[in-house]
Nanobody, 115 residues
Framework: QVQLVESGGGLVQPGGSLRLSCAAS????????MGWFRQVPGNERERVAY???????AYADSVRGRFTITRDNAKNILNLQMNNLKPEDTAVYYC?????????WGQGTQVTVSP
């Protein structure tokens, strides 16, 4: 059973930074496509950042230039460095691992950006 455990969420002021981490069981980080999604109540879950199993990255327009996704294959950890945070970044952030139709999700971590 694959497990994804997020950490690093919290409360931060606008302009601040947070670093989210996702610890994965097994060696899926190096073989699966991995991503970070976020969801606000009443809205659909949206993809924020993604890294393929060969290291290609992609970002939502709303976070490009502020967020950086990285993958540590040796430690089976996926990170999301979030800089210059804005109130509209407030959401529950989820780690995702996918290989074809197989998808795994973490439990989510709350990020709140507020003065």
């Amino acid at each position: 059973q694959v497990q994804l455990v997020e950490s690093g969420g919290g409360l931060v002021q606008p302009g601040g930074s947070l670093r989210l981490s996702c610890a994965a069981s097994g060696s899926i980080v190096r073989t699966y496509g991995m991503g970070w999604f976020r969801q606000v109540p009443g809205n659909e879950r949206e993809r924020v950042a993604y890294v393929t199993n060969v290291g290609t990255t992609a970002y939502a327009d709303s976070v490009r230039g502020r967020f950086t996704i990285t993958r540590d294959n040796a430690k089976n950890i996926l990170n999301l460095q979030m800089n210059n945070l804005k109130p509209e970044d407030t959401a529950v952030y989820y780690c995702n691992a996918g290989l074809g139709v197989v998808q795994y999700w973490g439990q989510g971590t709350q990020v709140t950006v507020s003065p």
